[in-house]
C-alpha cells in the first residue's frame, strides 16, 4: 500500500536536508535559496519498529524487511503560493497528491542562513502556510459548487452529498478554518476525501532547531508544541542538521554519536512514526524461517483486506487468519508455546486486525 507524506514548509527552513537524512542520501538539494528544489524528491523509508527484530530471533527468520512509508520533498511555499506566487500552482499540486503534510517549522537562529520573512517567528511561518492552503481551497470550492449545486438540485444522490459537504467546509475556510477541522462523519469520510482540499490533510509539526536544543527543544519549538496540542496536532523536536551527520553514519557510530549529543535515537526515527500515526496506520507481522515482515494497513482494517495487501488472491479465497498476539508470541516463544496457552486464535472475516497480531491466511486457490 502506497502512504505518501508530503514535507512542506517555507524555503530554508531545513525541509530538503530532512528528506536527505530521511532516505539517507543526497537526493534532494539542499542549498540555501528559496526554490532550490523544483521537482519534488520522492523517497521510501523503513518504519523503525523494534517488534521485528524480537519475532525474527524467534522465528529464526534469515530477513527480516520493515514496513516502509514514502515521504515527498515539495519546494518551499511562499505568501501569496495560492494565487501563483513563487511556484506555488505546481507546488500546492503536489500537496494535493500525498495523503498527509508534514510540516517543518524553523526553529532555529542563523545570520548565514537567510529566512523569506526576514526573521525567525514559527506561528507566523505556520499560519503563512495554513492561510496558503486554505486560500487555494477557497478558490477551488467556489469555482466547482455551482455546477455541483445544479447537479444537486437537478436529484443527484452524490452530488447532494458533495454539496452539502462542500458548503460546511466553505463556511470554516471563510471563517479562517481549515477544512480539517470540520466534523465528518465515518459514512462520509470517502466524499470528504474525494473533495481533494488541502487543508483537510492531517499535519504533523516538525521543529528544527539548532543541535544544543535537539534533546529538549527551544523556546521556538515549545510555541509550535503548544499550538499543536491546540489543534490536536503532534509535534516532533528535530534538529535537521545532526540528522544528516547521523544518516551517513555506521551503527556503531551512529550509537557512539547519539550518546555523545544525549539522545536514545536518531529524531526522524519519531518523525517516521509520527508520520505513520499520522496517517492512523497499524502494522501486522508474517513470521518463518524464510523472513519475519512488517505490513501496512489502516486501522479498523478487517482479516481479508489485510491479507489482500500481501496478494489479492489472499482476500479473494480468504478462509481464516491464524493470529497470535505480539505480547502472547514474544512471552510464549513462538507459535507452539502459543498454541499450548490458548493463545493461539482463528478468525473469520469480520476480526478486525490489531496493531502487532502475528498472522498467518488460509484461502482457497
Not at 321 to 337: Q, S
Not at 345 to 360: K, S, W
Amino acid at each position: 500500500m502506497g502512504f505518501k507524506c508530503g514535507i512542506v514548509g517555507l524555503p530554508n527552513v531545513g525541509k530538503s536536508t530532512l528528506f536527505n537524512a530521511l532516505t539517507q542520501t543526497a537526493a534532494a538539494q539542499a542549498a540555501n535559496y528559496p526554490f532550490c528544489t523544483i521537482e519534488p524528491n520522492v523517497g521510501d523509508v523503513a518504519v523503525p519498529d523494534p517488534r521485528l527484530d524480537a519475532l525474527a530471533r524467534i522465528a529464526g527468520s534469515k530477513e527480516i524487511i520493515p514496513t516502509r512509508l514514502t515521504f515527498v520533498d515539495i519546494a518551499g511555499l511562499v505568501r501569496g503560493a495560492s494565487k501563483g506566487e513563487g511556484l506555488g500552482n505546481q507546488f500546492l499540486a503536489n500537496i494535493r497528491e500525498c495523503d498527509a503534510i508534514a510540516h517543518v517549522v524553523r526553529c532555529f537562529e542563523d545570520s548565514d542562513v537567510t529566512h523569506v520573512e526576514g526573521g525567525v517567528d514559527p506561528i507566523r511561518d505556520i499560519e503563512t502556510i495554513e492561510t496558503e492552503l486554505m486560500l487555494a481551497d477557497l478558490d477551488s470550492l467556489e469555482k466547482r459548487i455551482s455546477a455541483i449545486e445544479k447537479k444537486a438540485k437537478s436529484g443527484d444522490k452524490e452530488a447532494k452529498e458533495q454539496f452539502a459537504l462542500m458548503g460546511r467546509c466553505l463556511e470554516l475556510l471563510r471563517e479562517g478554518h481549515p477544512a480539517r477541522a470540520a466534523d465528518i462523519a465515518q459514512e462520509e469520510r470517502r466524499a470528504f476525501n474525494q473533495l481533494g482540499l488541502l487543508s483537510s490533510k492531517p499535519v504533523l509539526y516538525v521543529c528544527n532547531v539548532e543541535e544544543a536544543s535537539a534533546t529538549k527543544g527551544n523556546a521556538f519549538s515549545a510555541q509550535v508544541e503548544k499550538r499543536a496540542a491546540e489543534e490536536g496536532a503532534v509535534a516532533v523536536v528535530v534538529s535537521a542538521q545532526i540528522e544528516s551527520e547521523i544518516a551517513t553514519l555506521s551503527a556503531d557510530e551512529q550509537a557512539e554519536y547519539l550518546d555523545a549529543v544525549g539522545l536514545s535515537e536518531p529524531g526522524l526515527n519519531r518523525v517516521i512514526r509520527a508520520g505513520y500515526g499520522l496517517l492512523h496506520l497499524i502494522t501486522y507481522f508474517t513470521a518463518g524461517p524464510k523472513e519475519t515482515r512488517a505490513w501496512t494497513v489502516e486501522k479498523g482494517t478487517r482479516a481479508p483486506q489485510a491479507a489482500g495487501v500481501i496478494h489479492t488472491d489472499f482476500e479473494k479465497g480468504f478462509i481464516r487468519a491464524e493470529t497470535i498476539g505480539y505480547d502472547d508470541y514474544v512471552a510464549l516463544g513462538g507459535e507452539a508455546g502459543a498454541r499450548e496457552a490458548g493463545k493461539f486464535r482463528l478468525e473469520g472475516r469480520d476480526y478486525v486486525v490489531a496493531d502487532g497480531d502475528v498472522m498467518h491466511f488460509r484461502f482457497a486457490t
